[in-house]
């Protein structure tokens, strides 16, 4: 029951922080690509130096930091699963040998 409870957290928790990553990497690419320099370092009006109040430096960081976690817990989601991965083989060998016995 308690596994089921950590997997269940984890798996939230990786949902979220996928979400974020997705949202953060949207607005690096279309806010802040990586060529725009702007006119003369920026000083164009139209040139974009932050969204939503955060800088293009604060939005990578922001980006990396959930990235990080988001590896963080898709390794601890490999690691509780590991018995899983392991019975797969078995798993297709006993539908192959289910399938020769039908046949
Ligand atoms: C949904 C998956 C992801 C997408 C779509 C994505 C997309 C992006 C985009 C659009 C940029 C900006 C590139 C530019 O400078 O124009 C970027 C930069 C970067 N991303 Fe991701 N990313 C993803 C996941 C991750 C993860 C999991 C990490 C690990 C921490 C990561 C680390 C970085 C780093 C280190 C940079 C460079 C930042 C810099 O300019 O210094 N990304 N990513």
Redesign the pocket.
């Known amino acids: 029951m308690l596994k089921l409870k950590v997997n269940a957290i984890i798996d939230i928790l990786m949902a979220i922080f996928f979400i974020i990553?997705?949202i953060n990497?949207i607005v690096?690419?279309v806010y802040f690509?990586?060529s725009q320099g702007g006119y003369q370092g920026g000083k164009n009006s139209v040139y974009l130096t932050s969204f939503f109040g955060l800088t293009k430096i604060q939005w990578?960081d922001f980006?990396?930091n959930t990235?990080?976690a988001?590896?963080a817990l898709m390794a601890l989601h490999l690691l509780l699963h590991l018995n899983y991965y392991r019975c797969i083989p078995l798993f297709f060998k006993s539908e192959k040998n289910q399938k020769r016995n039908k046949a």
């Open positions: 990553v997705v990497s690096l690419f690509p990586h990578t980006h990396i990235g990080f988001l590896i």
